[in-house]
């Protein structure tokens, strides 16, 4: 009989996909998915370390599978991704979680079947960390969805944003080649796929490690091309490296989809400096002017860090007024969270964390009232949509996504789900849009 085996994913659309790399791993070793923790013979937690919550949720975890264990001596349990490639994550996990068995970093997915096997025989956890950036491109990938799919272009941050982990855990930049990326957007688009998401902590940079220096634009330019493709996106956009070349494909290329994910972290430029962001808030705002006046209709998100070391009175005004002027299509935004190894851990904080959450919520409320506005702007207006499927409750509401990532709900009496279809808009919501479909 075969083994099963149950991943659970925290953390990013990396991460994400990651996970379907070592899923891809383990039905290649035979493994079948299990449907929950109870019947699987290798549990697996594929973490996330960029703050604090997901690395609480991994303790609280393990403590539940430990009571498995009990009953099936034979389980095994793994704890791989951006937590455990930290030494000192690893050796915590080690020392608190005596019935782990397996802990591998972000760099050790080609050596996955080998760990598993020797996990198998040793009675100590086996632990492999190493930071060797081995060769993923052999590995398979069982994808989660079927109409669209994450395509990592670029692996690592070379920025050191001063509050950050990612380079820690994810390693230096290293491109994919524009080969492969192409082959695998082909393949996709050979088996029915309309939708891709290029992946990389800064996508901007894509190239500028490979010997031909070819640029983020110019990969999009060949994407576009690709038959039977009908939807790119990509994330995330350091605001630093973003290009005219860029603004000119995204307006151009009608596979690409206009839409940008570019955090700004904060409004004030003495916090920006102080983050390592190497822009200011002046640019930033300049630039967002420049990307809404190229491309109609565009949206941009972004993120922001409340909180951060220093953050006064002042400093958060500068970035509630940022958020008033960018008008962002939404934004995600975090209380600040010490990291170890980063620069920031070090810095002075005076602010309570009572306080934090004080701005967190003026932020919130700011912001929710400029992504109400902008969707009300779509009432009336036909959009198109790639639908995602229906919801638990009634199978005739379906949720889909606009090509500027919004979310739409729609009535339809017949699945629409993997199609593209148009909708006309009904309603405004602060976090989606109502509409019925046109013929
Ligand atoms: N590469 C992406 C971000 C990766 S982390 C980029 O450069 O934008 C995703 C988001 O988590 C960041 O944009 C930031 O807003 C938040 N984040 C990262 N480190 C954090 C920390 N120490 N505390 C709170 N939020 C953090
Ligand atoms: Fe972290 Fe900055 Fe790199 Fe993004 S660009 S992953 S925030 S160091």
Redesign the pocket.
Same mark, same amino acid.
């Given at each position: 009989m075969n083994k099963k085996y149950y991943l659970i994913t925290l953390g990013?659309q990396m991460n994400e996909h990651d996970s379907e790399v070592i899923s891809a791993i383990l039905e290649n070793m035979g493994y079948l998915a299990a449907m929950g923790p109870e019947e699987a013979d290798l549990i697996i937690i594929n973490t996330c370390a960029?703050?604090k919550k997901p690395e609480d949720k991994v303790a609280s975890l393990l403590g539940k599978f430990a009571a498995l264990k009990n009953n099936n001596s034979g389980l095994m349990i793994a704890v791989g991704g951006c937590m455990s490639q930290q030494v000192d994550a690893a050796k915590y996990l080690k020392e608190r979680f005596h019935h782990l068995d397996l802990i591998f970093g972000t760099h050790a997915l080609p050596r996955l079947p080998e760990l598993i096997r020797r996990a198998a025989d040793k009675k100590e956890t086996v632990i492999d960390i190493k930071e060797d950036y081995s060769d993923r491109e052999g590995l398979s990938v069982a994808h989660s969805g079927s109409f669209k799919a994450w395509l990592p272009i670029i692996y690592g941050?070379n920025n050191y944003?001063s509050?950050?982990?990612?380079p820690y855990v994810r390693g230096r930049e290293r491109s994919r080649s524009m080969t492969d990326i192409l082959v695998e957007a082909r393949e996709l688009a050979d088996h029915g796929f309309l939708e891709i998401t290029l992946l990389g902590?800064?996508v901007n940079s894509y190239g500028q490690d490979l010997p031909g220096n070819e640029t983020f634009a110019d990969l999009l330019a060949e994407l576009n091309r690709i038959k039977g493709l009908e939807r790119v996106r990509f994330m995330?956009s350091?605001p630093k490296d973003l290009s005219n070349q860029l603004i000119d494909i995204v307006r151009t290329g009608e596979k690409i989809c206009e839409h940008f994910h570019l955090?700004v972290?904060s409004g004030s430029n003495r916090i920006l400096e102080m983050m390592n962001r190497r822009y200011t808030r002046e640019y930033y705002l300049n630039l967002v002017g420049k990307i809404k006046t190229a491309i109609e209709g565009v949206s941009i998100t972004s993120? &922001?860090?409340i909180g951060f070391p220093g953050e006064e009175e002042d400093d958060f005004l500068a970035t509630a007024d940022l958020v008033k002027k960018a008008r962002f299509e939404n934004a995600f935004s975090? &209380?600040?969270?010490p990291?170890k190894k980063t620069a920031a851990a070090a810095f002075q904080d005076n602010t309570t964390y009572r306080e934090k959450e004080l701005r967190l919520q003026r932020l919130n409320e700011i912001q929710h009232q400029v992504s109400k506005e902008l969707n009300s702007l779509l009432t009336d207006q036909t959009v198109e949509l790639l639908a995602e499927g229906p919801s638990k409750n009634d199978p005739e509401v379906q949720a889909g996504r606009t090509r500027t990532n919004k979310l739409v709900h729609f009535r339809s009496p017949t699945d629409q789900t993997g199609k593209l279809i148009k909708v006309k808009i009904t309603e405004a919501r602060t976090w989606n849009l109502v509409g019925e479909p046109v013929s």
């Open positions: 990013c960029v703050r941050c944003c509050y950050c982990v990612v902590q800064n995330t350091h955090p972290q993120d &922001i860090i975090f &209380i600040y969270a990291r």
